[in-house]
């Protein structure tokens, strides 16, 4: 015997993953609750219930995207450097394989400034954890010997990232930017290619 909630529950989770999709691939300002409401068949009012403000929705998919990175980030808590750039690598490669999405951080950077101020605070607390953990991967690449690169953990990060947000755009119009990019990447840090 169901409740009732589950019901909700359902409802509440199809309207995230399809705004996921438009959010990844639209970005934020290119969709709306219409679009939402026609693909799951459903009325306004239904979305509404769940996230009264389109903003609601938006802080809604931030936060999961956050608890999502952060179960990525500690599953990954004994790998070495390496490793860690490799599964980066494929969080990119994930996103281009789903029709060519920009990551959300990607997406979240290009809209900031047009962004709702809710929506701005946990975007850029996202964004900051997402560069973060790039600085964290070659400084600990660097501190055990795994890579060799001119400048601090602190910028190589920074470039690792917005590198990475980039060559997600560039993919869009040329299906070579990311292998090539990638490539690039383990030269600037000294590492071995990986074979693709």
Same mark, same amino acid.
């Given at each position: ?14 309207? /995230?993953?399809?705004?996921? @999709?438009?959010?990844?691939? *639209? ?9 939402? !409401? ?6 306004? +009012? ?8 389109? !903003? ?22 004994? %790998? #070495? +450097?390496?490793? *860690? ?25 290009? @809209?900031?400034?047009?962004?709702? #101020? ?6 850029? &607390?996202?964004?900051? @954890?997402?560069?973060? %953990? &790039?600085? &964290?991967?070659?400084?600990?690449? *660097? #501190? =055990? @010997? ?5 400048? =601090?953990?602190? +910028? ?6 917005? +590198? ?6 560039? &993919?869009?119009?040329? #299906?070579?930017?990311?292998?090539? /990019?990638?490539?690039?990447?383990? =030269? =600037? ?8």
């Amino acid at each position: 015997m169901h409740n009732g909630s589950d019901s909700k529950n359902d409802t509440r989770k199809r309207i /995230l993953d399809l705004a996921e @999709e438009l959010l990844l691939t *639209r970005g934020f300002n290119g969709f709306s609750y219409q679009h939402i !409401s026609s693909a799951l068949g459903v009325r306004n +009012a239904a979305i509404h219930y769940h996230f009264p403000k389109k !903003s609601d929705l938006g802080v809604a998919l931030i936060q999961r995207y956050r608890r999502r990175f952060q179960r990525f980030i500690e599953q990954q808590g004994e %790998w #070495d +450097a390496a490793r *860690r750039l490799e599964a980066y690598f494929g969080l990119s490669d994930q996103y281009y394989l789903q029709h060519k999405q920009i990551c959300p951080s990607g997406i979240l950077s290009t @809209e900031f400034q047009t962004l709702p #101020d809710d929506m701005r605070e946990e975007a850029s &607390a996202f964004i900051d @954890e997402m560069r973060q %953990w &790039a600085v &964290a991967i070659v400084r600990l690449g *660097r #501190d =055990t @010997e795994r890579m060799a690169y001119a400048g =601090t953990p602190e +910028a190589v990060g920074m470039m690792l990232f917005s +590198a990475l947000q980039g060559g997600l755009q560039l &993919a869009r119009i040329d #299906d070579g930017a990311l292998p090539l /990019l990638k490539s690039q990447v383990r =030269t =600037t840090l000294g590492m071995p290619e990986a074979q693709e």
